[in-house]
């Protein structure tokens, strides 16, 4: 079955402390993976995305992540977190085919610590 | 500016009551998507189109309606057969990318509580 695994329910960093969110995936065809955050009551904003090539991915707001094909993950990591970047963070998987739906891991909670 | 917006922010419903939640785009994305989301839960698709007068039900569309009369809009109606509306909801649109892949955007979302 396709799924999303984000394993860490809630993560408190440090301000200024690095910062690493996890995700698996398990996906039957080649997959394009992408990271979005969401601020509460809010939408979600693309961070970043992998459709191919080089495996490691820069983002928006200073983050990069990393596809791992032979670990099936694709985790997100900022060297220095910043207090705005409390939010919940969402993992999320698709097919190379138009106008197919995404599918989402459950989400991963930051908190910032001062 | 070019966007998706979603109305009404929040919305209130009473039992057995049918509402509508609007989600319309001008990016000029074919495929539009409804999600919803509960806490802890991430988000779960409900419904999709990916052209004009066309929609496939996603993982849970009992008690949930669209239509796609437009490409700009892609209306949710959520039906007293749904047990458990209250939730956020979340629509979004994609473009398709050179090599066949998909990028969705995504609008602020409707709040919805049944009273």
């Known amino acids: 079955a396709q799924s999303v695994t984000q394993p860490d329910i809630h993560i408190t960093v440090s301000e200024g402390a690095s910062l690493e969110l996890r995700c698996n995936y398990s996906y039957g065809a080649t997959p394009y993976l992408f990271w979005y955050v969401q601020s509460p009551g809010q939408g979600l904003q693309l961070l970043l995305k992998y459709f191919s090539g080089d495996t490691l991915v820069q983002g928006i707001k200073g983050f990069e992540a990393e596809f791992k094909r032979s670990q099936s993950s694709f985790n997100l990591r900022k060297p220095s977190v910043h207090w705005s970047d409390a939010a919940e963070y969402f993992c999320a998987v698709g097919a190379r085919q138009a106008g197919t739906a995404l599918i989402f891991g459950k989400g991963t909670t930051l908190s910032v610590s001062s | 500016d070019g966007g998706i917006t979603q109305s009404p922010k929040y919305l209130f419903r009473k039992e057995g009551q049918n509402v509508t939640l609007s989600c319309e785009q001008n990016l000029n994305h074919d495929a539009m998507y409804w999600y919803r989301q509960d806490p802890g839960q991430g988000l779960r698709l409900i419904y999709y189109s990916q052209i004009v007068n066309d929609f496939q039900k996603g993982d849970i569309a009992e008690g949930y309606s669209v239509s796609r009369e437009k490409k700009e809009s892609f209306p949710l109606t959520v039906t007293s057969a749904q047990k458990n509306p209250t939730a956020f909801y979340l629509c979004?649109?994609?473009?398709?990318?050179?090599?066949?892949?998909?990028?969705?955007?995504f609008g602020p979302g409707t709040r919805l509580t049944v009273l």
């Open positions: 979004a649109s994609s473009r398709q990318l050179a090599g066949g892949y998909n990028e969705q955007f």
